[in-house]
C-alpha cells in the first residue's frame, strides 16, 4: 500500500448517521473518526486490489478454472 500523508486535520462533514453506525459495527471500530479511516483505507485496499488483478489478467497468467472445457 502506499504511503498515505499522516498529518491529521479536522474536518467537518455532514454524514448519514445511519451509514456510520452501519459501518462501525461491520468494522468494530470505536468511534465514527476510526469507522470513517478505516472506510477510506478499505476504499484505498480495494483499488489496489483491482489493478493488481487487471494487471496480472493482462499479462494471461490467470486462467479461468470454470470455462468450459
Do not use: C
Request: overall charge positive.
Amino acid at each position: 500500500m502506499s504511503k498515505v500523508e499522516d498529518k491529521i486535520v479536522r474536518k467537518n462533514m455532514r454524514l448519514r448517521q445511519g451509514l456510520i453506525d452501519r459501518a462501525r459495527k461491520i468494522l468494530g471500530t470505536q468511534s465514527e473518526t476510526e469507522t470513517v479511516e478505516q472506510a477510506l483505507e478499505l476504499v484505498m485496499f480495494r483499488k489496489e486490489v483491482t489493478d493488481g488483478i487487471r494487471k496480472m489478467a493482462g499479462t494471461h497468467s490467470m486462467r479461468d478454472i470454470f470455462a468450459e472445457e
